[in-house]
């Protein structure tokens, strides 16, 4: 049912605990005199409930009990968004210019370039990708790949946010594909050019 078809059909009145934009609840008397109510949720125009009560307390206790459980949630999100903010600021501190960045994607195939960090400022780092080299080969498919620093395969310079991997503040950098993380310095596994 839409919100506005509603309000002009029914009546209905913003009940005064309502929450403009969020979480808005409008009420009316139906026609027996019961005291109804429905809900609105941010910007939709569909109501996610439409009830009638037994009286106006009922009502206003639904209400009541909705609006503490919608302010519950933002607080929580709001809790929840400074946390990683925090957190990604903790790990942007850990990225120091020339550090190593790798990045592993792929379906049915593993396919990993290496990124160094050539210039930053606060959370945001400029990275270049380098070129690498097979440490070994297992298999025949899977082969194990190291960062050859300083050896930039081309000119493109990419501009990325630091955030938190993790609980801990692993540094990463989000990409089409997934995350790209700080090399620690062990071979990285890609799947040999003749298996993709």
């Not at 005199?33 to 939709?44: E, H, Q, T, V």
Request: with cysteine; proline share 3%.
């Amino acid at each position: 049912m839409d919100k506005d078809y509603l309000i002009s059909v029914k009546q209905a009145i913003l009940h005064p605990l309502s929450v403009i934009g969020g979480c808005e609840i409008y009420q009316y008397l139906g026609k027996d005199g019961a005291p109804c109510a429905f809900l609105s949720r941010g910007k939709s125009k569909k109501v996610s409930w439409h009830l009638k009560f037994s009286s106006l307390e009922a009502l206003n206790d639904k209400v009541s009990k909705q609006i503490n459980s919608y302010l519950d949630i933002q607080e929580s999100k709001t809790k929840y968004k400074q946390e990683k903010t925090q957190r990604s600021k903790v790990a942007a501190t850990l990225v120091n210019i020339g550090d190593i960045f790798y990045y592993s994607w792929g379906y049915d195939c593993t396919i990993t370039s290496f990124w160094q960090v050539i210039a930053k400022s606060g959370m945001t780092v400029k990275l270049q990708q380098i070129d690498y080299r097979i440490d070994h080969i297992e298999s025949g498919r899977n082969e194990y790949l190291l960062p050859l620093k300083d050896q930039f395969v081309n000119d493109e310079v990419i501009t990325k946010r630091i955030r938190s991997y993790c609980q801990n503040h692993s540094p990463a950098i989000s990409m089409d594909h997934g995350l790209m993380v700080l090399h620690g310095g062990k071979p990285v596994y890609q799947t040999n050019v003749y298996w993709r």
